[in-house]
């Protein structure tokens, strides 16, 4: 290879790693140096270098909150990994029983919450499945004869509120993924194990199990890192500004956003985003080790 | 033999009503915004249920494109999804043929390194930016928002193009060197009609992800000339509901719609997009 040749490849490179650089890896760094100071409002122009306590103090205080962020938001991702891959399963093996003639009309429908704007979303269920007064859950339970519950009232039913709705938001992805899975079993090995006997719970653990699983892992692997930094649900429906509902439920990206732009403790939210940075390196390169060993 | 079948119509129908019901269960959020859209006052806020509006009326459509700023709003969220797409896709382009075509010393390294800036949630760094657009005086701005759209979405773009752009036969480049063309007249001539489609399919991912942004618009665009729809959105259901919401449901069926055009027609782009960098 040439001298020019080498060089020519990043020429072309030069302007995306320069934007990159700008945009991505400069803010990182910074939040890296903000992190080790006691930047805050009222030191917003004369902080100090104070070292590693921002860090000490979100691990080794527990009323700092974000261990219990952390621990929340590793059950959420659990629960909703669970959930969403036993529903979405059956779902699409339902899509894909044979004879089922409306499948494409269901597909589509079913997909609509997944084209849908995130944020749009999420505002229209705040106010228009949750609220209190005359939100449409509460407008059943009431026509059922039920008094009417305040869905984001506390952390225990605020998380089973976003649960439901990160449910309704994020099954149409895995639902496709499942379903184009389960495009590739081969049905020949359902006929005969039909033959043999097989019934259909047989078949499911036996057959189609074994053959999507290596598909969907990739998939699953990505939405366990979107469920894991979801941000948008908890803090749209119970930490607007203004609007808080009493919940004080925190994953742990909304625990780095609050301490930043509402108790303004700069360095503490900073040091709490270059630990997530390593949790977040950490678990990909040890799923993706994982993936290419399956 | 009949009883089987009696069985196989039986199961047949009790699937098919599980599924009508799944999806008015899934549609109920979408049907509630839509009936709202068209109720005349008053009758969002009222205790009773219905999914389809007594009087159906455009007086919610006349009020969000008359009273309020709609089509500001509109404009200025087209504006900053352009400007990233034009941003992007000029350093991206030419990034994603380099990383394509050519092994070169430390493009492993590259790849690997744009992939880990790809897992970090750019939230994280919300603070860190906040401040450097402040001292940069690019607060308000739709500038600054825009580069820093077109950085994110830049190495999206370029995992996504590597994968299409690897796709396009080597031999027809090859066959226009022997015929003389250098390489930038090559690319412009014949690797970008050829990779048209994918070039596209990645704009409007770019689009589809900078129109449903909210937490950068709405902290960086704090003067109200400068909202893009996501802060007009925001703003309409943070106020006094009476008057606010049944607008905002209307707001939201059309920002939604445009956005649902795209996403139906790009679907199956769509899943093997997302995860095409995901893993490698």
Known sequence: MGKAKKITPWLYLLPALLLIAIVIVFPIVYTGYISLTNMSLYNWDDFKIIGLDNYARALFKFDSGFLSALLTTILWTVINMVIQLGVGFFIALGLNAEGLKLKRVYKTLLMVPWAMPAYISILLWRVGMFNPEFGVLNKILTQLGFAKVDFLANNVIAFCSCLVLNLWMALPFMITTIDGALQSVDHDMYEAATLDGAGFWTRVRYITIPGIRQIIAPAAVMTTFITFKQFDIVYLLTQQRGYMTGATLNTVITYAHQNAFVSNNYGLSSAVSMLLFVIIILFSFLTNRSLEEV | ?280
Not at chain 2, 122 to 151: C, D, E, W
Not at chain 2, 236 to 241: C, V
Request: with cysteine; hydrophobic share 50%; glycine share 6%.
């Open chain 2, 1 to 280: 033999m009949n009883k089987k079948l009696i069985r196989k119509n039986i199961r047949l129908t009790i699937l098919n009503m599980v599924f009508l019901l799944l999806c008015f269960i899934t549609l109920v959020p979408i049907l509630y915004a839509l009936n709202v859209s068209f109720s005349g006052h008053g009758s969002a806020l009222s205790g009773t249920l219905s999914l389809i509006p007594r009087n159906p009326t455009i007086e919610n459509y006349r009020a969000i494109l008359t009273e309020e700023p709609f089509a500001l709003w509109l404009k200025n969220s087209l504006m900053l999804s352009l400007g990233a797409i034009l941003f992007s896709m000029v350093c991206a382009v030419p990034a994603a043929y380099a990383v394509s075509r050519w092994r070169f010393p430390g493009r492993r390294a590259t790849l690997r390194l744009l992939l880990v800036l790809n897992a970090f949630p750019q939230i994280l760094t919300m603070f860190a930016l906040f401040r450097v657009l402040k001292t940069a005086g690019l607060l308000n701005s739709h500038l600054g928002l825009v580069i820093i759209y077109a950085g994110s979405m830049c190495v999206f773009s370029i995992w996504n193009m590597k994968g299409y752009f690897d796709t396009i036969p080597m031999e027809i480049e090859e066959a226009s060197k022997v015929d003389g063309a250098n390489n930038a007249q090559m690319i412009l001539r014949i690797v970008l009609p050829l990779a048209k489609p994918a070039i596209i399919v990645t704009c409007l991912m770019v689009l589809i992800t900078v129109w449903n942004e909210y937490i950068f618009a709405t902290t960086f665009l704090l003067d109200r000339s400068t909202y893009s729809l996501a802060g007009g959105l925001y703003q309409l259901q943070s106020n006094d509901y009476s008057r606010s919401w049944p607008m905002f449901t209307a707001a939201s069926v059309l920002a939604s719609l445009p956005l649902l055009i795209i996403f139906f027609k790009l679907q199956k782009y769509m899943v093997s997009g997302l995860t095409a960098g995901g893993v490698k």
